[in-house]
């Protein structure tokens, strides 16, 4: 009786274990079939596709977790891993899989990555308490942002422009830039005043981004995630909006980035990717630049654009490459080139300017067909808190020309020296499209005054005629 007793009671717990087992088995053939060309067979981050991505695909084995809601140096909970598989890390090669992957086989995908680091089966995992405050502080936190020196790596204005970024590139022999808080969606683990106060509190492990659990109060925390939060004004890196309308001013055009006269030129908000390298061939992962924005002025004999985006670090070169910006047009109404470097079929003008203010001129009908010309149009450019602001100038006629109502294709580009971009290596935008706006013509503008005052006219004589 009691054999059968201890029987019965072997032959459940092996039922119950049976889901488990089965759970892993099933997460592993998921990660082998769409994990693995990033994390390694065996979870140690160096599948073949892994190869010149930064950051590197996370060591699944050594398990440095950077989201958590655990403290720093813990191992992420359960619902940590599912939610980073469902979410992904914006702003890495990591996407997230909930769009491909149900539930259930997230959760499968959670026991498989686990089994991997023999690290899950002894360590503790004791979760935050999630913050109970809900007033909110921005003005309190901005000032903990100064006092806790957040600003050494992210900068007074949160582009991550803090004085040691550079440093960390080299302490750490690859760019390491504190993230731009401006861009509240490529926080990796959200950007909710909650999610915010975790990655305070705990720190990312295996990142100089440390614990702040043991410096600063709970409430100071809280009001230090609300202001940060608060950070987050950069819109969204999606656009639909193409064309780059020059609009008309009278007089010359402005020389300095915060000349009034530009907020009458609408702003074109231009997302960039990396480009495509070809040695080794991958594409570039992660360019600094996300965004540009884009505006332009004519005045009827020259044309001029104002270039502008985030980058924390201002390399004028040395020993690392200058920053730089590309303007790359099409011909006028015609078709969009290849975009690197035109083709056969299509030739690209390029206008090249490198921080310190030296310009090139080229004409390029593919990669063996570049001509360097006299530059015909100047550059200037500004550097500050973690934004660079570069104007180009041309005269209106040339080449390229630009016509009233016409549309010349336009592509922009930028590289950020000290993350290592030169050649190639760059962020990148798709063809858009510039115009100059239509001159107000003054013959139209006279035509009008005369039929109103002919209509005036009428309208007295009609009524004088009814008085009498
Ligand atoms: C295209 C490459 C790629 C693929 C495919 C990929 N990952 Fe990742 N993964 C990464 C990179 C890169 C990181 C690290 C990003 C960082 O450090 O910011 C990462 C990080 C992670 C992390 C760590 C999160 C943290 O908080 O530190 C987990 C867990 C993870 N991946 C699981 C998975 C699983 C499970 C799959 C398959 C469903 C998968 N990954 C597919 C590239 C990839
Ligand atoms: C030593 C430099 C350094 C200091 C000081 C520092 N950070 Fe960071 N911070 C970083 C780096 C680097 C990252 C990006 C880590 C990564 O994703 O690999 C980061 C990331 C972050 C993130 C993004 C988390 C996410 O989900 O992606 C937030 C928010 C943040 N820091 C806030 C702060 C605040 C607030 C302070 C001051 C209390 C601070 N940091 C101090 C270097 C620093």
């Known amino acids: 009786m009691r054999q059968s007793a201890v029987l019965l009671a072997v032959v459940s717990s092996l039922f119950a274990s049976l889901p488990h087992a089965g759970a892993q088995e099933v997460g592993r053939e998921i990660y082998q079939q769409r994990c693995s060309w990033c994390h390694g067979d065996e979870g140690r981050g160096d599948g073949p596709s892994a190869v010149g991505m930064f950051p590197p ?12 809601s655990t403290p720093h140096g813990q191992l992420p909970t359960d619902d940590d891993i599912f939610n980073i598989i469902s979410r992904g890390l ?17 959760w499968n995908l959670v026991s498989y990555v686990k089994s991997l ?14 913050p109970l405050l809900s007033q909110i502080d921005v003005d309190r936190g901005e000032r903990i942002y100064k006092d806790a020196k957040c600003t050494l790596c992210h900068g007074v ?41 975790l990655r305070i509190t705990g720190g990312l492990n295996g990142t100089p981004m440390g614990p702040y659990q043991d410096l600063l109060s709970d409430q100071d925390r809280w009001a230090l995630a609300t202001y ?28 300095s980035f915060d000349d009034p006269a530009w907020e009458t030129a609408r702003v074109v908000l231009v997302p960039l990717a990396g480009q495509v390298v070809q040695d080794p061939p991958s594409r570039w992962w992660t360019p600094t630049a996300g965004t540009a924005t884009i505006r332009a002025l004519w005045n009827g004999a020259e044309v001029g654009f104002l270039l502008e985006w985030n980058d924390p670090t201002e390399t004028l070169g040395g020993d690392i490459f200058p920053d730089s910006a590309f303007l790359q047009f099409g011909d006028l109404n015609g078709s969009k080139p290849y975009f690197l ?21 080229w004409t390029a009908a593919g990669a063996l067909e570049i001509d360097t010309r006299l530059a015909a149009f100047r550059a200037t450019g500004v550097w500050r808190d973690g934004r ?23 592509l922009i580009s930028v590289r950020d020296g000290a993350n290592g971009e030169t050649g190639n290596i760059r962020a990148i935008s798709t063809w858009l499209y510039a115009t100059i706006e239509p001159t107000r013509s003054l013959r139209s503008v006279l035509v009008f005054l005369v039929f109103l005052l002919g209509a005036v006219i009428v309208e007295l004589s009609v009524l004088a005629r009814i008085r009498r």
């Open 341 to 361: 470097l035109g083709d056969g079929n299509g030739a690209v003008r390029i206008w090249h300017w490198q921080a310190g203010d030296r310009v090139e001129e």
């Open 57 to 68: 695909p996370r060591d699944l084995v050594r398990a440095d977790y950077k989201i958590r």
């Open 117 to 130: 680091s023999p690290r899950f089966e002894g360590e503790p995992r004791n979760p935050l308490d999630p």
């Open 228 to 255: 940060v939060a608060s950070l987050d004004r950069e819109p969204l890196e999606t656009s639909e909006d193409f064309v780059v309308a020059a609009a008309r001013v009278d007089g010359s055009l402005p020389d």
């Open 157 to 197: 204005a949160g582009r991550g422009e803090g004085e040691i970024t550079t440093r960390l590139a080299f302490d750490w022999g690859l760019p390491y830039s504190a993230r731009d808080l401006t861009r509240g969606w490529t926080l990796k683990g959200g950007s909710e005043p909650q999610e915010i106060y």
């Open 90 to 106: 914006p702003g890495t090669p990591m996407q997230g899989w909930n769009a491909i992957l149900d539930e259930e086989d997230i």
């Open 388 to 410: 660079w602001h570069v104007i180009f100038r041309r005269s209106a006629t040339g080449d390229p020309g630009f016509e009233a109502g016409e549309f010349l294709p336009i």
